[in-house]
């Protein structure tokens, strides 16, 4: 859980904007603040009803009509 939270920042163009959105659990409580303050970065979260969402999400990227890779920035591969 700490190195997820930690890439969630350092992976972060400076200026950059970091999107959180989910439900995530009581004891769920770390982030990186300070590092994200120093990179000056917007960080804009909130939960999701992801129980209303999902059937329809899935369903368009199975018709192709969502492609979910245009919508995921950063990278893990460097």
Do not use: W
Request: charged share 20%.
């Amino acid at each position: 859980m700490l190195e997820s939270h930690a890439n969630l920042v350092t992976e972060r163009a400076k200026a950059g904007t970091l999107g959180v959105v989910g439900v995530y659990p009581p004891n769920d409580r770390f982030f990186l603040l300070e590092a994200a303050m120093n990179k000056n970065l917007t960080v804009k979260m909130g939960n999701s009803n992801h129980r209303a969402i999902t059937p329809a999400l899935i369903e368009r990227v199975r018709n192709g009509s969502f492609d979910p890779l245009h919508s995921i920035t950063g990278s893990r591969d460097g």
